[in-house]
């Protein structure tokens, strides 16, 4: 088979460190093409809280993590602010937390260089007035909230801009090798239905947590550990700012403010595949209650739904002893590894990065372009730390912002989404770029991420998608958007949001007479692997270090 | 306060169960959280549109094959029928016509392009749109967010019937740049507005027999809107049911408000009931917020009319337990929330059907049968053994529950309004 494409380097995945990777080569000067098997963003790189780190969370037992932080935390504003909420955070103490780890703390961010302020409890509640008043002393750290398919966005259109290519819904298949060395990635071309090869020089596996399945396509081992992260959806922000508990990394001790929302994080646990996102009722509950400990009214609140993404943990082979199946995972990498597959395996042109979190997507990047060039033989430096992103002249987001630009315009009867104030301006210019998938106009646009969960934008915005488009079947589409936002809702629905399920099946099922016709689903459509709430051992955690303190720790992920 | 009957909830069966039993010369007063399913329904009667996933060409037949604990077995064929014959004339006394039997079901149009099986259509969205009923023009109107002339049209393609898509433009007024379904019906009732309407609807249906159009066409003035309309556009209007608030439900809610007014009925609105007082096992009282305190009206009877999960009537809770709002009624839970609602969205959801069990004088029982209250009924969506969503039964689940508590509650023969 003669070659679609020819191209210097394939970049395996479409999260954030696979895009990082992408301008990274831009950049330099270097012809790429990134293949990505959804759409950008929909593996963990949208299935995180969005916390941009200061380091504070590792700042007591991982200072090179913490450090790493707080310097991509300065870049990142810099190169990226409209993709940041600059909202800052606190590490408040409740009563029974030890007050020697509180000490520890600010010595911690001290030698990792981040900056804390100790407030009083009263001026704690000041600045969130929702706090418990049981808060006895918070520490003021520079934490913000990061929109990732922004960053993925932006990173993604300046790479493009550069010459480089995006493939979404091109899954890899195969690899063709000559040798010691690979010539070509075969992809699977979703929408032709077909398969294409793409002749390489150079393969980069920036799959996050999948990266295991493309070593496995390629003849190399690569142990990933798959750490599923829980997080709960509240109905509201509740907080200005991020709150976290002043305490040794556990479940549930972090609300992050995003958009329209609050996100409370997270359990980690060790599950046998990334693609187990499956989230059981117990891990809602302990998420909301522990967090209600900061903030009261959390406990009383509606949920809105619960999500798990996968962080892409690594295993190294020659973890000293105790690393045995299943068991002592506290060996686990704590921060990112690029992988010479030419040194380890004897793969002459490929590269892996593994473990990393979001915040330090652009490090990691650095690190394995830096690895890449030199052997390449390019010798344009890294340039992605100074050269900011297209969109970074808005300067930071602010929340308020959008709800402003509509009652400035008095553009009310344009909204599609209410509860996100997406225009019909936004949908059809993203229809008119090929987003013909509400869910991917949901990622693109946040369409149906508020308090009615798509009840009212889900039908306008198909209806939009008809007006555009004479082709296809608009039925279908709806039934998939509406299938996979329900995914998940086992575990969140009571009370208020029980209500609203079941006035939205009304509308659908009751007026629109639309039943399930059991299409598949796009996950079952691309053969992942069913899940069911309760899957996964509780008990099996991803080692106490890593428990919540690689809750940002969620890189990229891609497909395989 | 004090009253014969506390009715609670005014939906669709609350609001029948009100007019009955004041028709049937009982002094009445509602109390109601807010709207019901007049405002999130279809706009039509559905009596059975669905069993067991196929469609009901038959819906009195079918009702009789219903399980014995059905709210419509329980009220019984009698009641249903009188139910529906009472509902046709009080509803065309209203100026709101409908057509059908309920001896077959008919298709009510969609925003969506289906055609949902119902019993009795208002008129406006009578006239039939089948394959082989000629070209159909799905008309919006410019600017109108709740529909799309061409996800109709196409879904109505689908289904056979020769459809295109077109936009109508509104005249210039007040609301240009923002409005919703009830702002466009409200200008609708105008006539300035229906004859500056007129022309550029019949020029994009031009061509066609028969025009669809979103359920907009007048809310305060019964169906005359939609009339003088259609003969002004010289072609028949079908009105599509399309997402709440139903333009259709507020006709019908505006008819019983009416009617109620016209009874001397009083009513208590955006005041929920929140407990009830008792005297042994007989409920003596119910308690509803008020503006700074808590109201007590005295009363015989009590018709709970609250509606299911849905409906605000119970509370689906955390773990997995159900609570009857009112009256603390006990209603069957589940052993954890995840058996709450099934794996698919548009499949079923167990608790859409979770509700309160009664006796067939539609009293609430305990577990063992025995009733719970003798002076409370439950009428209506509160009711189990039933789904309304799934099955299309709402409208005639509350018309022939409503009937039987009139009945019960007055035995002699319920004058013709």
Redesign the interface.
């Given at each position: 088979v003669t070659p679609a494409l020819e191209t210097d380097v394939v970049v395996v995945g479409g999260g954030v460190t696979g895009v990082a990777v992408l301008r990274d080569l831009a950049l330099r000067g270097v012809r790429a093409v990134l293949v990505e098997r959804f759409d950008l963003g929909t593996g963990t790189s949208g299935r995180w809280h969005g916390l941009l780190h200061s380091g504070a969370r590792y700042a007591v037992r991982d200072q090179e993590s913490a450090r790493e932080c707080i310097e991509e935390n300065t870049v990142l504003r810099r190169i990226a602010p409209h993709t940041i909420e600059d909202i800052g955070g606190l590490f408040v103490l409740l009563p029974g937390d030890d007050e020697d780890y509180a000490g520890r703390f600010v010595e911690g961010c001290k030698a990792s260089g981040i900056t804390t302020e100790e407030l009083s409890a009263a001026e704690a509640r000041r600045r969130e007035p929702l706090l418990s008043p049981d808060v006895k002393l918070a520490f003021a750290v520079p934490d913000g909230g990061i929109d990732s398919w922004g960053l993925l966005r932006s990173m993604a259109a300046d790479a493009q801009a550069r010459g480089c290519r995006v493939l979404v819904r091109h899954p890899m298949v195969g690899v063709e090798r000559d040798g010691d060395r690979i010539t070509a990635v075969r992809v699977h071309d979703q929408v032709a239905g077909e398969d294409r090869l793409i002749g390489c020089q150079w393969v980069v596996n920036a799959a996050g947590a999948w990266a295991g399945e493309i070593g496995r396509m390629a003849g190399v081992p690569i142990r990933m550990i798959a750490g599923k992260g829980v997080m709960v959806v509240m109905a509201s922000r509740y907080v200005r700012g991020v709150v976290n508990a002043c305490r040794k990394p556990a479940d549930g001790d972090i609300i992050v403010p995003q958009h329209e929302v609050a996100i409370l994080g997270t359990t980690s646990v060790q599950v046998d595949s990334p693609d187990d996102i499956a989230v059981a009722?117990a891990d809602v509950?302990r998420m909301v209650d522990m967090c209600a400990q900061m903030v009261p009214s959390i406990g009383s609140g509606r949920v809105l739904r619960a999500f798990a993404g996968s962080r892409p943990l690594y295993q190294p082979e020659s973890a000293d002893g105790g690393s045995g199946d299943g068991g002592d995972t506290r060996e686990v990498s704590r921060t990112f590894t690029v992988l010479d597959h030419a040194t380890r395996d004897g793969l002459g042109n490929m590269l892996s990065i593994v473990g990393g979190k979001l915040t330090t997507c652009r490090q990691m990047a650095e690190a394995l372009v830096d690895r890449l060039a030199e052997r390449m033989g390019v010798t344009e430096p890294c340039r992605t730390a100074t050269e900011a992103l297209p969109g970074a002249d808005h300067g930071p987001h602010r929340v308020a912002a959008p709800l402003a630009g509509v009652e400035r315009d008095?553009?009310?009867?344009e909204?599609?989404c209410e509860c996100e104030l997406v225009t019909?301006g936004q949908v059809r210019a993203a229809i008119a770029d090929g987003l013909t998938e509400l869910e991917d106009l949901r990622r693109k646009l946040r369409l149906g991420y508020g308090p009615c969960q798509a009840?009212?934008c889900a039908?306008?915005a198909?209806?939009?998608v008809?007006?555009e488009r004479d082709q296809g079947?608009?039925?279908a589409g709806?039934?998939r958007f509406?299938?996979e936002?329900?995914r998940g809702?086992?575990?969140t629905?009571?009370?208020d949001q029980?209500?609203q399920?079941?006035?939205?099946?009304?509308?659908?099922?009751?007026?629109?007479?639309?039943?399930?016709?059991?299409r598949p689903d796009e996950a079952a459509a691309a053969g992942r692997a069913p899940t069911e709430?309760g899957e996964g051992d509780p008990t099996t955690r991803v080692g106490d270090e890593l428990a919540g303190e690689s809750n940002g720790r969620t890189s990229s992920k891609a497909g395989g | 306060m004090r009253a014969d009957v506390v009715v609670v909830g005014a939906g669709p069966a609350g609001l029948a169960a009100a007019v009955r039993l004041a028709e049937a010369g009982r002094q009445v007063r509602v109390i109601a959280r807010g709207n019901g399913?007049t405002h999130?329904?279809?706009g039509a009667v559905d009596v059975l549109?669905r069993l067991g996933?196929e469609r009901v060409e038959r819906p009195l037949e079918a009702a009789a094959r219903l399980p014995a604990e059905h709210p419509c077995r329980l009220a019984g064929e009698a009641a249903l029928r009188d139910g529906l014959d009472w509902f046709l004339r009080f509803a065309a006394a209203a100026g709101l016509d409908h057509a059908g039997d309920p001896e077959r079901n008919r298709d009510q149009v969609?925003?969506?392009?289906?055609?949902?099986?119902t019993c009795l259509l208002p008129a406006p969205a009578a006239h039939p749109v089948a394959a082989g009923s000629g070209r159909v023009a799905v008309v919006n109107f410019e600017?109108f967010?709740?529909?799309?002339a061409?996800?109709c049209a196409?879904?109505l393609r689908?289904a056979g019937v020769d459809a295109v898509?077109a936009t109508a433009p509104l005249p210039a007024w007040d609301h240009a740049?923002?409005?919703t379904a009830v702002e466009l019906a409200r200008a609708v009732d105008d006539d300035g507005f229906r004859r500056r309407l007129a022309p550029g609807l019949a020029q994009a249906a031009a061509g066609a027999a028969v025009a669809v159009v979103p359920a907009v066409l007048g809310v305060s003035t019964g169906h005359a809107a939609w009339a003088d309309l259609e003969r002004q556009a010289g072609m028949p209007l079908v009105e599509a049911?399309?997402?709440?608030p139903?333009i259709p439900g507020l006709r019908l809610f505006a008819a019983y408000r009416a009617r109620l007014d016209a009874l001397g009925v009083r009513w208590q609105f955006g005041f929920p009931a929140v407990g009830v007082e008792w005297d042994g096992d007989r409920v003596t009282a119910v308690r509803s917020e008020g503006a700074s305190r808590v109201l007590v009206t005295r009363c015989q009877e009590v018709v709970l009319a609250s509606g299911?999960?849905?409906g605000?009537g119970i509370?689906?809770?955390?773990d997995g337990t159900l609570a009857e709002v009112v009256a603390g009624l006990p209603v069957e839970g589940f052993p954890?929330?995840?058996a709450?609602?099934g794996?698919?969205?548009?499949?079923e959801?167990p608790?859409?059907a979770a509700g309160v069990r009664v006796d067939a004088e539609l009293r609430p029982v305990h577990a063992s049968g025995s009733p719970v209250h003798p002076n409370v009924r439950c009428v209506g969506g509160l009711l189990a053994g039933h789904d309304?969503?799934?099955e299309?039964s709402?409208e005639g689940v509350a018309l022939a529950t409503a009937t039987r508590v009139a009945e019960l509650l007055a035995p002699a023969p319920t004058p013709v309004s």
């Open positions: 009722p509950d008095v553009t009310y009867g909204l599609v019909r009840a009212f039908w306008r198909a209806g939009m008809a007006e079947d608009h039925l709806l039934e509406l299938e936002r329900w809702q086992q575990a629905t009571w009370g029980a209500r399920a079941l006035l939205n099946h009304a509308i659908y099922r009751g007026i629109f007479d639309l039943r399930d016709a059991g709430p | 399913f999130w329904g279809a549109g996933g969609t925003a969506l392009g289906t055609l949902r099986p600017g967010r709740d529909f799309s061409a996800l196409a879904g689908s898509a740049r923002y409005f049911a399309t997402v709440p139903s299911g999960v849905a605000h509370e689906a809770n955390r954890d929330r995840t709450f609602v794996d698919r969205f548009l499949g959801h608790l859409g309304p969503t799934v299309g709402r």
